[in-house]
């Protein structure tokens, strides 16, 4: 009987990739693939370490796991590895705490360290490490959704409140060839959809030459791949108008939708925070891409609460973001996090500040989207229709990202692409 191993995720895109390129290879290597909740002899948690809650959340899903497999060991690796080991050797069922740098050897450090009463511990100095690691999709299991394709690792921006260059290490990308066959893999199993993600893809620079735009060229030709997606992507250093001629190209697989990080609208608070643009910069780049793809979906990140960020400096990026073109904001509150420039400042809002901005800008990204939606509403569009729900209607996404429910359609049309037409604002809409 084949052994069963469990396989959770935990924070962005770039873990999730590598999270199915581990299940991938324990598959090759024999192991069945157990469903998290269900009885599996070991797990591997790939862990997040970007805030307090990423933390509290890694511990809960080791706690779960040991809940239901008392006797089964536990391997955690990803950014809580990295940074918070010490505090993972003292879990009793943890038995590998394997950092990002050894990711990639997972399967092999489990198998040659057997589990003993204390827990094996591989964790290199990630800063050190110049080589993207092995982590590639090689399977041959079904996929049907939505797939994330790794291009890119490391960041060396050290923004003030951001842990990920001590935790990811410095910027290195995978050849433009690897990504292709890793997207060859995946679509040849099913999927249509595939976005390109990283740790900062704007510094994608494979050490043989290349760039994103010419991956996204070389993907578009990839057949059987019916949409290409790029995750966030950091300004001001990135191709926004090579991004945007194929964005408006109904015949290149980039679909009209860009993720800009902005963090913040203030200059006064994006200084504090060694960001590397003016909240002009961002304005003017957001302003562009509407004016030239007039229906592309926008969104953005925004931190709340960072240290000095006064009430005139949350409402000054409240103000801007909602006289902008966006269609959307991903929210956060400020975290301190370990080994920052943040950390040690003593001019942190309160937490209840903290969280009541970015309760209140929540709101506001919910305005900003349905406005967007107004603006959309008569359109037609297409939907690469998802899961079919109990109702018997599907779950789909537009070109734009606007997620619609689809009734009308027989079992069976999983990732077809329908012509539809776009209903006011309660996400419906009808095939043409």
Request: glycine letters at 6%.
């Amino acid at each position: 009987m084949k052994k069963r191993i469990s396989v959770f995720t935990l924070g962005c895109r770039v873990n999730h990739f590598e999270s199915d390129a581990i299940a991938d290879a324990a598959e090759a290597a024999g192991w069945e693939i157990a469903k998290w909740g269900d009885i599996a002899d070991a797990a591997i948690i790939n862990s997040c370490a970007l805030t307090d809650t990423a933390v509290l959340k890694t511990r809960r899903a080791i706690a779960f796991f040991s809940k239901r497999n008392p006797l089964s060991p536990v391997c955690v690796t990803g950014c809580c590895a990295q940074i918070h080991a010490d505090a993972l050797l003292k879990i009793p069922s943890v038995k590998w705490i394997i950092g990002n740098a050894h990711k990639a050897d997972c399967l092999k450090i489990m198998e040659e360290n057997p589990p003993s009463e204390k827990a094996a511990l591989f964790s290199a100095k990630i800063q050190e490490i110049r080589e993207i690691g092995a982590l590639a999709r090689c399977g041959r299991s079904p996929i049907s959704d939505r797939t994330n394709l790794k291009i890119q690792d490391g960041c060396d921006n050290f923004c003030s409140y951001c842990v990920i260059p001590l935790a990811r290490g410095l910027p290195r990308s995978r050849e433009i060839s690897d990504i292709v066959e890793d997207a060859k893999n995946i679509v040849s199993r099913g999927a249509r959809e595939i976005v390109l993600t990283g740790i900062n893809i704007a510094k994608f620079s494979p050490q043989s030459g290349g760039n994103l735009i010419g991956l996204i060229d070389e993907l578009n030709s990839v057949r059987g791949l019916l949409r290409l997606r790029i995750g966030s992507i950091e300004p001001p250093k990135f191709p926004l108008e090579e991004l945007l001629v194929r964005a408006a190209d109904k015949s290149h697989k980039l679909m009209p939708h860009l993720h800009i990080s902005a963090q913040s609208l203030s200059d006064k608070i994006l200084e504090i925070m060694r960001r590397r643009y003016r909240a002009d910069e961002f304005l003017n780049a957001v302003k562009s891409a509407r004016e030239k793809v007039p229906d592309i979906f926008l969104g953005c990140d925004i931190i709340c609460g960072h240290p000095g960020e006064g009430e005139e400096d949350y409402l000054l990026t409240r103000e801007r973001a909602l006289s902008s073109p966006l269609s959307n904001m991903h929210v956060f509150t400020f975290s301190p996090r370990p080994g920052t420039l943040a950390e040690k400042t003593d001019c942190l809002p309160p937490a209840p500040v903290r969280k009541a901005r970015a309760d209140d800008l929540r709101k506001a990204a919910e305005s900003l989207y349905k406005n967007f939606l107004k603006t959309q509403a008569g359109k037609i569009r297409t939907a690469l229709l998802e899961n079919r729900l109990p109702d018997a209607s599907y779950m789909a996404y537009t070109d734009n990202y606007i997620q619609l429910k689809i009734g009308g359609l027989p079992p069976g049309m999983k990732n077809q692409l329908v012509r539809v037409k776009l209903e006011g604002e309660a996400l419906k809409a009808s095939l043409v």
